[in-house]
């Protein structure tokens, strides 16, 4: 007997394909088409509506979260590019951000994001340009302090070729630690997206520098045919380090 990602029992001969196939529409590309198929047959995606979170990628940093303990009770936790909020609602869980007051610690949880996202519950969002001239200053205020944990699930817009995009990612990335290292509290953490494709190497050298343990990780959420990963900076130095050599603390994938 087997289970169906949906949990259903199937047993005996002629068991029926229970994966949903979509047709070509007119005027829709077979890339579309294929990419649809995917979604609906996406066991994350099934579970992400199921349970109520803004997409998949959701139980991608849970599973990190998981394993490094970062997202705790009481943490103020700052997600960079937060739409469509799924990070931020797994987040304003596990930091507590809407417990009571009294008994428990309550954590605080800003999304920011160029473009305007849906209010969550628990989270505070506020429409902002990162990179902007005093950004840093108006997120520390919003929070009521330095940062805990700065997270981040962006990427640039695909502009086709593969080289590119990975350029264009780790660019990103590497913006997002030097923000993270205006924002953060000493011992706080850095999460973040990147691609595997070798540029990499000054965003880990830039990160070792900082941070006292360094992972790269690909979740069981990240599809097998992505090149994606993410970085999990933990131990924020507590001072912007470039010039001196840092201990290799880097880990290898999550297995």
């Known amino acids: 007997m ?9 047993s005996g001969r002629g068991q029926r394909d229970l994966r949903v196939r979509v047709k ?26 199921k349970e109520g979170y803004r997409g998949r990628a959701a139980f991608k940093i849970m599973e990190l979260d998981d394993k490094y303990r970062f997202l705790v009770p009481g943490a103020r936790v700052v997600d960079l ?30 999304g920011i994001d160029l473009q305007e996202v849906s209010p969550i519950t628990g989270a505070e969002i506020h429409q902002l340009d990162f990179l902007e001239e005093g950004a840093e200053d108006k997120v520390k205020a919003w929070l009521g302090g330095p940062a805990d944990v700065v997270m981040s699930d962006m990427a640039a817009s695909s502009s086709g070729h593969q080289g590119t995009d990975h350029l264009r990612i780790i660019a ?10 205006d924002v953060l509290e000493e ?60 201990e290799d603390t880097s880990e290898g994938d999550l297995g």
């Open 172 to 181: 990103l990335c590497e913006a997002a630690a030097y923000f993270a290292f």
């Open 81 to 110: 590019g937060c739409a469509p909020g799924g990070w931020c609602q797994v987040a304003i869980k596990r930091v507590n951000a809407l417990a009571e007051k009294s008994g428990k610690k309550v954590g605080t949880v800003l």
């Open 2 to 10: 087997t289970k169906t990602p949906t949990g259903k029992n199937t």
């Open 187 to 246: 011992g706080g953490t850095f999460v973040a997206k990147v691609l595997a494709g070798g540029a990499e190497i000054e965003l880990q050298n830039i990160l070792k520098k900082n941070f006292t343990k360094v992972a790269n990780v690909k979740p069981p959420a990240s599809r097998a045919d992505s090149s994606e990963k993410f970085v999990v900076a933990q131990g924020f130095r507590g001072k912007r380090h470039e010039g001196q050599d840092a």
């Open 24 to 49: 070509t529409a007119k005027g829709r590309k077979l890339s579309s088409t294929l990419w649809l198929e995917r979604q609906l047959n996406d066991p994350y995606v099934v579970r992400a509506k």
